[in-house]
């Protein structure tokens, strides 16, 4: 607290990333990093962006990464938006499209960073609740009196997936406001919406380097929309920050998106460990929500999640427990890692 703070600060409740703590050495399960290093093609790409020219400013229109986002996903590149982790895409979007007006519709559990942006603007969050399985019912989202809708898609942290199909009746029924679809996690097993963009000039589609392709160090988001959409954020953009994406991250997100097989590998290999960890839990007698993610979202009948959490931590293995939070405090969220990290979850379950 302090007398220079503005109402604003005073009123904020910024965002709670998980914890990186730095005492020891972790077994990291709590913020959905992948385990696997990013595309060679990548570091290559990086390091040479390191010894070439750090002392010229990047291209503030990041023009080689939206070419090749654009290429990747067969658009025109007036329809790739990039920015500083998907984050800073988010937050755009939310200043740009969902402020001053009326209140936001979004799931009651889903991704807390959205109701963080919405106090950051003054919008009032409208929020739907999942039905009692946790699923996103398109039909809830009919009839609103929104500035906008958004849909996380699989959703955070329940791991859940919606069809296609889902996702256009969300659209139908919402043609005069943006929705937003956020895709974080979509490369692990869902539908992409990507493939409506084309058809719905109220559509943004937001994904991110951090999950699939194993880049969260060099923070690097984008979002596919019309191009009108897709300006409105490069104006917004410009008014704040004209350099949001360094060379570094520029060289590493372009090679990276020219390196498909590489993510297709290892994100095969992060579903092969999903379901083996996913059937492993069951026999330990967790129930499992059907993961369509990087992360497993599970809850026990007998044992209490935070004593879970805190025991696996002692172990030397974190986990994410959302504390007392209505209607998840029952649950711990699982990031799937490696084979051999998982087998030490597993046994260390085993134990308690
Ligand atoms: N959306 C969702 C649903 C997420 O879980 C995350 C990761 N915390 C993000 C967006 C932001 O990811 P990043 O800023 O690393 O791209």
Redesign the pocket.
């Known amino acids: 607290m302090s007398r220079f703070w503005t109402k604003k600060i005073t009123e904020l409740d910024p965002y709670v990333p998980g914890e990186q703590p730095q005492d020891k050495q972790y077994i990291k399960l709590n913020?959905?990093e992948s385990p696997y290093s990013p595309s060679p093609k990548a570091l290559t790409a990086m390091s040479e962006a390191v010894s070439e020219s750090l002392r010229l400013y990047p291209d503030p229109n990041c023009m080689t990464l939206k070419n090749a986002l654009a290429k990747q996903y067969h658009f025109d590149a007036k329809q790739v938006f990039v920015g500083n982790?998907?984050?800073?895409v988010?937050a755009l979007a939310f200043m740009g499209y969902f402020a001053g007006g009326k209140p936001l519709a979004f799931a009651d559990i889903t991704?807390s960073?959205y109701k963080v942006y919405a106090n950051l603007y003054d919008i009032e969050p409208a929020l739907i609740p999942l039905t009692d399985s946790f699923d996103i019912d398109p039909n809830d989202y009919q009839n609103l009196d929104v500035s906008g809708v958004v849909v996380?898609n699989p959703n955070?942290p329940t791991g859940k997936a919606l069809p296609l199909s889902d996702i256009e009746k969300v659209l139908q029924a919402n043609p005069d406001v943006v929705v937003l679809v956020?895709e974080?996690?979509v490369d692990f097993g869902a539908e992409s919406a990507t493939n409506l963009v084309n058809q719905y000039p109220n559509l943004l589609v937001v994904q991110?380097?951090?999950k699939s392709r194993a880049l969260?160090g060099i923070?690097v988001?984008y979002a596919f929309g019309h191009p009108d959409l897709i300006e409105g954020l490069e104006r917004l953009k410009n008014s704040f920050n004209s350099y949001p994406i360094d060379r570094i991250a520029l060289a590493g997100a372009t090679a990276a998106v020219e390196d498909q097989d590489y993510l297709a590998e290892i994100c095969s290999k992060t579903i092969a460990t999903r379901e083996w960890a996913s059937t492993e839990l069951t026999k330990l007698g967790f129930n499992i929500l059907k993961s369509a993610t990087n992360f497993v979202f599970v809850t026990h009948p007998e044992k209490d999640a935070e004593a879970i959490y805190l025991k696996l931590k002692e172990e030397g293995i974190l986990v994410r427990y959302f504390g007392k939070k209505p209607r998840i405090g029952k649950y711990l969220r699982i990031t799937i890692g490696t084979d051999a990290e998982m087998t030490a979850l597993v046994d260390a379950l085993k134990v308690l």
Do not use: I, P, W
């Not at 982790?85 to 800073?88: A, I, P």
């Open positions: 913020t959905n982790g998907s984050d800073e988010l991704y960073f996380t955070a956020d974080a996690y991110t380097f951090s969260a923070r988001g």
